[in-house]
């Protein structure tokens, strides 16, 4: 088996081809990649249920919108925490996945990471990719692979973030912001 660069830590961004409606224009965040498979969470899915109604502990820690976000198709019965925490060292009940950026365990009282917590997204399900499987869409143009910043899990305007990340991109990336909606209405 060929040895997978990780990709832990970047951005996927789908291309305007992507045509699977659980990733149309979606932003994810990819927490594992290996060469295993892949797991991350899509960062522009906001649903209407506040983290109150799920995880009323946490909710006061929860960045705005303050509402669950779905992570991706796989398992939306399962609550993934994801925080940003500045510093060299993170508190119990977190694990860095790349560099401020990391997982919360949720299950850990919440007043243990209050004090230590930038920001803190609650995600329903994830992303996952088999072996191989997301090293083929991206032979297939599925995604751009571009840097993460720690703004991006917080974003408070999740529903403009796809533009934002690519706007924010050097050359062809940047005009690809521009992209309609709809491309048959041009």
Do not use: C, K
Not at 51 to 57: E, F, H, M, P, Q
Not at 64 to 91: K, T, W
């Amino acid at each position: 088996m060929t040895e997978v660069s990780s990709l832990t830590g970047r951005l996927l961004v789908a291309t305007p081809a992507l045509t699977d409606p659980n990733f149309d224009r979606a932003v994810v965040l990819l927490l594992d990649h290996d060469d295993e498979g892949s797991l991350g969470v899509v960062l522009n899915r906001p649903t209407p249920i506040t983290v109150g109604d799920i995880l009323a502990g946490w909710a006061p820690l929860a960045g705005e919108p303050g509402v669950v976000f779905q992570g991706g198709p796989v398992s939306l019965d399962a609550a993934l925490g994801v925080a940003v925490i500045p510093g060299d060292e993170g508190p119990i009940g977190w694990r860095r996945v790349h560099g401020a950026i990391g997982l919360v365990d949720l299950e850990t009282p919440p007043e243990l990471l209050a004090a230590a917590l930038g920001s803190l997204r609650i995600f329903a399900g994830y992303a996952g990719w088999g072996p191989a499987q997301l090293e083929r869409e991206l032979a297939e143009g599925a995604w751009y692979v571009v840097e993460s910043e720690p703004g991006d899990v917080s974003s408070p305007h999740p529903e403009t973030l796809w533009r934002a990340v690519l706007r924010r991109q050097r050359g062809e990336l940047a005009i690809v912001a521009t992209y309609p909606d709809d491309p048959s209405l041009n």
